[in-house]
């Protein structure tokens, strides 16, 4: 992974012989990046959450190496379901702030305007929604676990696994 050049600067930038700065961005980068990472689950303050876990301090601020290197990590990783249900996971973590952050203002609303109706409709949608995302995240994972290459082995980043013939599909 390191002759990858946005791994490489990384690497290369840190002159410390442990490399522990360059070990701590590379997790940042696979927690923020993985699209398994555990660390889904914080939603829009994941960033946060793995700046604190990893750097122990929750304003880090990923510099411009870092974000290449995490756009590339990301890139790895891309098909089709994983951009659709990495648009519909963004989609539905704004429906979630903006939940989060409705109020009823008495300043700006009559009581009598405000119709909890539409909130409650529109929370259902946000639970079938939810129930479809975890069918695509599903998908998705099944695709990573049927990519499998005799013997047991994987496929590397840098292999595509629409030429690799010698793949065999779980069954």
Known sequence: MLWIPEFKSLWE????????KATKEFAYIYFVADYQSEYN???FEKNRAVAEEVFGNVEYKP???ILAAIVKYESFQETLSMQYLKSVRATVHS???FYEELRFRSETQNAMDYDPSKVTKAMKDVEDTIEKIEKWEKKVRSEEEDMSIRGGGQLSLFEDANSATWLNKKK
Do not use: N, P, Q, V
């Open 95 to 97: 429906l979630m702030k």
């Open 41 to 43: 689950i914080y939603g």
């Open 13 to 20: 930038r840190d002159k410390s012989k442990t490399k522990a």
């Open 63 to 65: 510099d411009e190496s």
